[in-house]
């Protein structure tokens, strides 16, 4: 079973570090709309047989290959640069993982072990035990407007700009096990990130 959850693939630069005036800002921002919209549906572009046409102009920055890497995402948000400083400082109380949640990770981990007849039977299997993990819902069906759609979402709602926006914290592609269905599902999950990040209905909140 392989199993990723994208937190993001394009190399889109933040308002505040960004170089150059706002209406540049926002043309290049609109540049990388188009650009992810005119890739395949996620689940082609990740095929082995298309992933190294659709990957070599303009490629989605997932690693494939490894010179489609992005700069470090610290650069951009001060809380994951906050989060590696905190793991390094030993016995810093509210780090500390409660016995439940290591019970919980065993169990996810125990229960991807076993052997299912359909991605279906795995997905519930582990549905439950992952939002536990999450703390979060997993919302599946969720439909785009060029009519794709992810093995499941988590969003969360911030205020931008004075206005409440969806955010997406994870997006989920599960196989029942490697080699099914066509592609790594890893690298389809950063296909359908960028089809999620070009949605106009995301779009329409991206310039507070």
């Not at 394009?10 to 005036?21: D, P, Q, V, W």
């Not at 919302?139 to 997406?168: F, N, P, Q, R, W």
């Not at 066509?182 to 209905?201: E, L, M, Y």
Request: proline fraction near 5%.
């Amino acid at each position: 079973m392989r199993m990723r959850m994208k937190a993001g693939s394009l190399g889109i630069h933040c308002k505040k570090y960004g170089s150059g005036t706002d209406s540049q800002w926002v043309y290049r921002s609109q540049r990388r709309v188009q650009i992810a919209k005119a890739k395949p549906s996620p689940s082609n572009a990740a095929n082995i047989t298309n992933l190294r046409r659709v990957q070599r102009h303009d490629p989605i920055l997932n690693t494939r290959p490894h010179s489609a890497r992005g700069p470090p995402v610290v650069i951009y948000e001060p809380t994951f640069a906050h989060f590696r400083r905190n793991l390094r400082i030993k016995k810093q109380r509210e780090l500390e993982i409660p016995p439940d949640y290591y019970r919980t990770v065993s169990s996810f981990l125990v229960t991807s072990c076993d052997i299912y007849t359909s991605e279906l039977e795995r997905r519930n299997a582990l549905l439950t035990i992952l939002m536990e993990l999450l703390g979060q819902a997993i919302i599946s069906g969720v439909v785009l407007e060029d009519g794709s759609s992810s093995g499941g979402v988590c969003t969360t709602k911030v205020e931008v700009g004075g206005m409440g926006v969806y955010a997406l914290l994870m997006l989920w592609e599960l196989r029942n096990e490697i080699g099914t269905g066509g592609c790594d599902p890893s690298v389809q999950a950063s296909f359908s990130f960028t089809r999620w990040w070009s949605d106009n209905r995301v779009s329409s909140r991206r310039y507070p």
